[in-house]
C-alpha cells in the first residue's frame, strides 16, 4: 500500500530551473523509506539514473548533472526532490521517482513513481 506522487513537471526555456517533488505515501506505522532517487526516460531512449539520496541525506549523481542538480529529501514528510538547474533541450524526458522501502508486512521493495514529464524548449 505505497504511492508515490511526483509534482513540478512543466516546459521551461534552456538555461531555465524546475524543482520537482515525490511525496511517499505508505499506509502503515511500521516502515521505512530508505534510498530515495530520481530516473528519466526521453522518447525513443532507455529509462535512466539521475540521482539518489540516502536516508542519512548521502547523495549521487551521474556525471552529467553534476553541479547542476541537486537532490534533497525531508523524512519526517517522506518527500524526495530535485532542483534542476541550467536545463538543457536534450533533458526533456519524463521523470520518474524512485523508493526502496520497508514495511513491516511486505518487506522491502522499490517502488515507482506515474512520471512527470519536463519540457526544456524555447
Known amino acids: 500500500q505505497v504511492q508515490l506522487v511526483e509534482s513540478g513537471g512543466g516546459l521551461v526555456q534552456p538555461g531555465g530551473s524546475l524543482r520537482l517533488s515525490c511525496a511517499a505515501s505508505?499506509?502503515?506505522?511500521?516502515?521505512?523509506?530508505?534510498?530515495m532517487g530520481w530516473f528519466r526516460q526521453a522518447p525513443g531512449k532507455q529509462r535512466e539514473w539521475v540521482a539518489n539520496i540516502h536516508r542519512d541525506g548521502i547523495t549521487n549523481y551521474r556525471d552529467f548533472v553534476q553541479g547542476r542538480f541537486t537532490i534533497s529529501r525531508d523524512n519526517a514528510k517522506n518527500t524526495v526532490y530535485l532542483q534542476m538547474n541550467s536545463l538543457k533541450p536534450e533533458e526533456t524526458a519524463v521523470y520518474y521517482c524512485?523508493?526502496?522501502?520497508?514495511?513491516?508486512?511486505?518487506?522491502?521493495?522499490?517502488?515507482w513513481g506515474q512520471g512527470t514529464q519536463v519540457t526544456v524548449s524555447s
Open positions: 505508505v499506509r502503515g506505522s511500521l516502515f521505512n523509506v530508505n534510498n
Open positions: 524512485n523508493a526502496n522501502i520497508w514495511e513491516r508486512l511486505a518487506g522491502v521493495n522499490d517502488y
